[in-house]
């Protein structure tokens, strides 16, 4: 059985009905609607995103192992945890180093050049020379001392 749509007032034959459009107080409330439910998704995200597991390397984000022992790497030399420690550590072997090699020597006259002085970099602890304002190996700036 065929249907067929008619307008009573075009008064003609229709062959694809639309519709009844929204009036303005549907659209407002679907909006409102919209918004609230996206609000709460995000908000249901939110939390459920705040308590998950850390559980990955901040590094490689690969997953990391949970033991009841330390790692055997960080009981070797009892190895500084933060990066302050490592770098003042590797600055004062380095220091230690040039103390012995100089003891070793015989003091030689210095000739027309001066010997410059050396400083570390805060950054990546290399010997550099006192007053530059890049360190030429780790590149960070560095103020002037």
């Known amino acids: 059985m065929t249907k067929y749509a008619y307008c009573k007032i075009c008064d003609k034959q229709v062959e694809n009905p639309v519709r009844e459009p929204m009036k303005t107080s549907q659209k ?15 908000i249901i995200f939110a939390i459920v995103y705040a308590n998950r597991k850390k559980i990955h390397c901040p590094t490689c984000r690969s997953k990391v192992q949970f033991s009841s022992e330390p790692h055997a790497k960080s009981k070797k030399e009892g190895e500084p945890l933060t990066q302050r420690e490592r770098i003042l550590k590797k600055a004062g072997k380095a220091k230690e180093e040039k103390a012995k090699s100089e003891e070793d020597t015989p003091p030689e006259i210095p000739e027309e050049e001066e010997e410059e002085e050396l400083t570390f970099c805060p950054y990546c602890g290399e010997d550099i020379k006192k007053g530059i304002s890049r360190c030429p190996y780790c590149h960070s700036t560095l103020a002037i001392r």
């Open 28 to 42: 407002v409330v679907w909006v409102m609607l919209s918004i609230a439910t996206v609000g709460i998704g995000a």
